[in-house]
């Protein structure tokens, strides 16, 4: 099997192995855990200027006192364009989920890991709980 071959055949298992484990989220809704303070009832996702945003980047008074400001900027542009909707809130989430995945892929391969290992840690972070 040649290079190319191999390296186009991880990527596909790592895609793969994404979708299998988290595709069905894109049929659930909202949850009661943490939906309501991080996006439902967000002053910050739900209302205030489309110019503050460095507020989100200042503010630790986000939701449960976290400082999430890129979460919660996502959240407000979810709101914005598509409104209260879950399947486009866990799409997003899970295609975001995806690309760290890769980055992961990258950055075991930039610190020394072998292409094969790269993809098992990036596996292996894609499905934990």
Do not use: Q
Not at 31 to 44: A, E, I, K, S, Y
């Amino acid at each position: 099997m040649s290079v190319r071959v191999k390296n186009i055949l991880g990527w596909l298992i790592l895609v793969a192995v994404i979708g299998v484990a988290f595709f069905p989220v894109i049929r659930a809704s909202y949850l009661n855990w943490d939906d309501p303070v991080h996006f439902l009832n967000n002053p910050f996702v739900l209302g205030g200027r489309l110019d503050a945003v460095d507020l989100f980047f200042r503010s630790s008074d986000s939701a449960n006192r976290l400082y999430i400001p890129l979460t919660i900027l996502t959240f407000r542009w979810e709101y914005l364009l598509f409104g209260f909707s879950p399947a486009v809130t866990h799409t997003f989430n899970l295609l975001l989920h995806g690309l760290v995945c890769c980055a992961i892929v990258l950055l075991g391969m930039s610190i020394g890991l072998s292409r094969p290992a790269s993809f098992v840690a990036a596996i292996i972070f894609a499905v934990h709980p």
